[in-house]
Structure formats: structure tokens, C-alpha cells
């Protein structure tokens, strides 16, 4: 049984759906959340991406027991292959906006592009080794220049 829970708009478009094995059909291991060995359920998250290592539309799953709220992974691997990659023709302006819908559906993922700018003015430029708040401050625009 699927129950469709597809996310507002807004939110990059994932769809996510949760299955429970139906009738005798049960998934018995461990719970991704909890760690709890039990009969579980899987939650999908569909994303708007090609893929060659689940088909047409990549997903990423999560297994868990019914007491335990699923989360969307932080993180996905995408497989393709290397000429789909070749085949793709993507803008600058195109690249772009998906960086900044990326960094409104998810700050922790933006947060990681700053901390990374931020440790390279510490290590380049004199006086900024311990001033984490003006690295911090800095490295929010330059990325807030580059993405404008």
C-alpha cells in the first residue's frame, strides 16, 4: 500500500511516498532511526533527476519501525553514466538557480559552502586565523556576490 504525501511547492519538488508491505510480505531488520531490529517500513523520497542506479527518476529510501518519523536523507549518491553526463547541456544561468533553490530548501547545505570559503580566507589572508565571525561574515558575500 502507498500513501502519497508529496511535499508543497516550493520545497524542490520531492515526492515522498511511504510503503507498507502488504498482506504476508514483510521487510524484518534494522530501523535507520532507531537501530531497533523489527518489521519495517520504507519511506521513498522521489527526486526530479535522471539516474542509471534506480531508473528513469533517482529516490533515496529510508527503512524504519512504525514508532519512528522518517527524514529526508541529507545527503543523496546519484549513479549516471559518464556520456549521459557528456550529453547534458546545462547553462551557467540554469546551474545557478539550481544552486540557490538548493541553498532555500536546505541552509545546512548552504552552510557548507560558507565554511568552506571561510577556511580558505583563514589559511590565504592574514589576521582572519581567529576571527571566525568575520571569516563567517565575509564568506556569506562572497557566496551571496557570486550567486547574484
Given at each position: 500500500m502507498m500513501l502519497d504525501k508529496t511535499k508543497k511547492p516550493g520545497t524542490g519538488g520531492i515526492k515522498m511516498l511511504t510503503e507498507i508491505m502488504p498482506?504476508?510480505?514483510?521487510e524484518f531488520g534494522k530501523c535507520e532511526i532507531?537501530?531497533?531490529e523489527t518489521?519495517?517500513?520504507r519511506e521513498y523520497y522521489y527526486y526530479g533527476v535522471e539516474c542509471e542506479c534506480h531508473g528513469p527518476t533517482h529516490f533515496e529510501v529510508v527503512r524504519h519501525c512504525k514508532n519512528c518519523e522518517p527524514k529526508e536523507p541529507k545527503t543523496t549518491k546519484i549513479t549516471?553514466?559518464?556520456?549521459?553526463l557528456r550529453r547534458r547541456d546545462?547553462?551557467?544561468?540554469?546551474?545557478?538557480?539550481r544552486i540557490i533553490d538548493a541553498f532555500a530548501a536546505d541552509p545546512d547545505f548552504r552552510r557548507i559552502y560558507v565554511?568552506?570559503?571561510?577556511?580558505v580566507i583563514m589559511d590565504n589572508i592574514?589576521?582572519?586565523?581567529?576571527n571566525k565571525e568575520a571569516r563567517d561574515d565575509i564568506a556569506d558575500k562572497i557566496l551571496k556576490w557570486i550567486l547574484a
Open positions: 498482506g504476508g510480505d514483510v532507531c537501530g531497533k518489521n519495517l517500513q549516471v553514466t559518464t556520456d549521459s546545462i547553462t551557467i544561468e540554469q546551474a545557478r538557480n565554511d568552506n570559503i571561510a577556511c592574514p589576521g582572519f586565523k581567529r
